[in-house]
């Protein structure tokens, strides 16, 4: 059973604190409390670039120890953390998230985890992401769906920025096959739905945000844990099809930033519109009861 507890959480980041410089480290201690959960704002990030008097480039490279901190890594060991920064200029921490006994695809990277974060909170586009170590086609591929794909750079340690074209040159994307806009424009389906359940409205109202120009599986999960929070996911489909990340990956993203053990979830739902080529429901099915055996699956075709 893949899990993650709040008590290891902390201690990871308070280590990784100890790796930061003293200037930052002295700023940004007041942030990285038992509340924190990977999302520093445009204002703390200004703060944190004159406190510490670090560049903007060293200020996000140094911070990644803490990204990293998020990781769910129970099958790699190999701990990956990402930042992204939105068009509002607030920074998202993400991390890769595995899952053991279930199949590897279900696996999320880091740069796909940070994305997702920044799409829950309503962003609207990546203007850069900050990767400690390369990263891999997959992912390469996944953030060339972005609606900034053409505009957004990649920042790794000891070298210096380029851009997503750089580093997916001659790129297959969704105007090639005829799509406009792109993963994290801002959209409503229109789909229609009636219930008096929150648990399942969230997982109606991440269907009417997903992505899924394809397939047209608008598709959304919602998960409700031990202690009564409700964390969303919304489908996120790519022009390749194989780096498309379910509904479910993105409310797992949302529910551990938020500092919850994936174990603990007590209830989830999944809603996805019938008129879509695919479903979610095996898989889902199948992830979610490694996580947290006990759990009932709500399911809605509409």
Known sequence: MTTLHKDSLQQRLEDAMKTLPSSLLSAIAPLINE??????????FLSLLSQSELSDKELRLALLPLAAAFSVAPISNFYVGAIARGVSGDLYFGANMEFSNVQLGQTIH?????????WIHGETGI????????PCGHCR??????????????????????????????SFGPKDLGIEGGLLAK??????????????ITAFEAANRSHAPYSKNFSGVALEMNNGNIY????????????????LQVALVHANMSREALSEIKKAALIEDHKGAISHLAITTCTLKDLSPNMVLEYVSL
């Open 187 to 200: 959209v409503s389906h229109e789909l229609t739905f009636e219930s008096n359940s929150p648990l399942l």
């Open 141 to 170: 591929q996944f953030m060339n769906e972005l609606t900034t794909a053409d505009s957004l750079m990649v920042q790794l340690p000891d070298r210096d920025e380029k851009s997503l074209q750089e580093y997916l040159p001659e």
């Open 127 to 134: 203007l850069d992401i900050t990767i400690n170590f390369s």
């Open 110 to 118: 880091a740069e796909q985890s940070a994305i997702s974060h920044a």
């Open 35 to 44: 509340q924190f959960t990977g999302v520093i704002t445009k204002e703390q």
């Open 232 to 247: 969303s996911g919304m489908y996120a489909e790519n022009a390749a099809f194989n780096p498309s990340l379910p509904p």
